[in-house]
């Protein structure tokens, strides 16, 4: 027998429809993204597809306020976005409000410590960042430093991941990995990159001001910020797989070098 009753048709996703599903960091369409750069809230970057009409003062606005703005498409926007009316830009707005290199400075000098810090040189994947924030503060580092761009901010995933260490760690977001690098130096801070081919980490002195620069997922310590970093250290793999998750690696290297800063030791086993 054939039915025919009128089939309901499936309800397409409209401005507003999916109110509910947008994330809690996300701020949509230009008046809202306006208000929020206006009122002094942690934004992480901000999303913009084109630069026109009010757009163009938004995006003024959030430069000014030292605030990250990208490029990207209405395409990208409409996913961000699911089914709000995005306006053509969209915010992401950090879970803490971020620190300077500075201020990771002044922690440590607080304290009466050497420093210890965390450089992350492209890490993507938030899970990641937020495991090695979360090292970082379980070693009693001073800060976390990570790069405005083709990198992870502060997510609510990252806050997840970090089991709320993200709360008790300053985390300083730079423009130039590089050129911070360069800065630390200039402030008297030993810079390590952790790459395969350097000195393994047990025969290096830990016993100093320090910075360790953890790579990205895929690509490592980038090229330029290794040339300018003062060592290259590793740790030595003794099985098949040549290589460890960078949270792992940070706990290691983090742990002993906290160690060492706090016995006086060399970085020597024995």
Not at 153 to 175: D, M, N, R
């Amino acid at each position: 027998m054939q039915d025919n009753r009128k089939k309901k048709k499936p309800d397409r996703p409209g401005p507003g429809r999916d109110r509910r599903e947008l994330p809690a960091n996300v701020v949509v369409g230009r008046n809202a993204v306006m208000e929020l750069v206006r009122s002094g809230a942690p934004v992480d970057k901000i999303l913009a597809a084109g630069r026109e009409g009010s757009i163009v003062a938004i995006v003024a606005e959030a430069k000014k306020e030292g605030i990250t703005v990208a490029d990207t498409t209405v395409e990208s926007l409409d996913r961000i976005a699911r089914g709000e009316h995005h306006q053509g830009i969209a915010a992401m707005v950090a879970e803490k409000a971020y620190s300077t290199v500075d201020d990771i400075l002044a922690v440590a000098e607080e304290r009466g410590e050497k420093p210890l810090i965390v450089i992350c040189d492209g890490i993507e994947d938030p899970h990641n960042l937020g495991a090695v924030i979360r090292c970082a503060e379980c070693a009693g580092a001073h800060g976390v430093i990570i790069p405005e761009r083709r990198a992870c901010g502060l997510t609510p995933a990252v806050t997840k991941a970090s089991a709320g260490a993200i709360l008790h760690v300053a985390v300083a977001k730079v423009a130039n990995i590089a050129n911070t690098v360069e800065s630390l130096k200039e402030a008297g801070i030993w810079t390590f990159a952790a790459e395969a081919d350097g000195q393994d980490y047990y025969e290096t002195d830990w016993n100093l001001p320090c910075a360790i620069v953890l790579g990205g997922e895929d690509s490592g310590v980038s090229r330029l910020v290794r040339e300018r970093c003062d060592f290259t250290v590793s740790i030595p793999m003794f099985g098949k797989v040549n290589s460890l998750n960078v949270s792992t690696a940070a706990s290691v290297l983090l742990c002993h070098a906290a160690r060492m800063q706090r016995t006086g030791g060399t970085g020597h086993l024995g």
